[in-house]
Nanobody, 123 residues
Framework: QVQLVESGGGLVQAGGSLRLSCAAS????????MGWFRQAPGKERVFLAR????????SYADSLKGRFTIARDNANNRLELQMNSLKPEAPAVYYC????????????????WGQGTQVTVST
């Protein structure tokens, strides 16, 4: 198993930037594909980005349009999400997740989740 702890959330103005981090412990971090998801109150969890185990291959939700960057540091068991040009929206919790699947595609393919970190983008 792997344990995940997110940090870096907070309040930011629209147009600003925020960097989220996810610290992993437990099993070897590099065996997991990693992803970031967002969930607003009363809404379904939404995929934002994912990154491969060791290839560094990334994939993003179309809505992000190059504003977000996912990165991982396998040596230090960390995952990050750099968020730029943030748009005003309802507060949401951002989650990092780990998958032992070879090609995770939906949230159901991720077996391990952090507790989340809240992000609020104000106008």
């Amino acid at each position: 198993q792997v344990q995940l702890v997110e940090s870096g959330g907070g309040l930011v103005q629209a147009g600003g930037s925020l960097r989220l981090s996810c610290a992993a412990s437990g099993r070897t971090f590099s065996i997991y594909g990693m992803g970031w998801f967002r969930q607003a109150p009363g809404k379904e969890r939404v995929f934002l980005a994912r990154i491969g185990r060791t290839t560094g291959i990334t994939s993003y939700a179309d809505s992000l349009k190059g504003r977000f960057t996912i990165a991982r540091d396998n040596a230090n068991n960390r995952l990050e999400l750099q968020m730029n040009s943030l748009k005003p929206e309802a507060p949401a919790v951002y989650y990092c997740a780990a998958s032992s699947d070879l090609y995770p595609s939906t949230s159901n393919d991720y077996q391990y989740w952090g507790q989340g970190t809240q992000v609020t983008v104000s106008t």
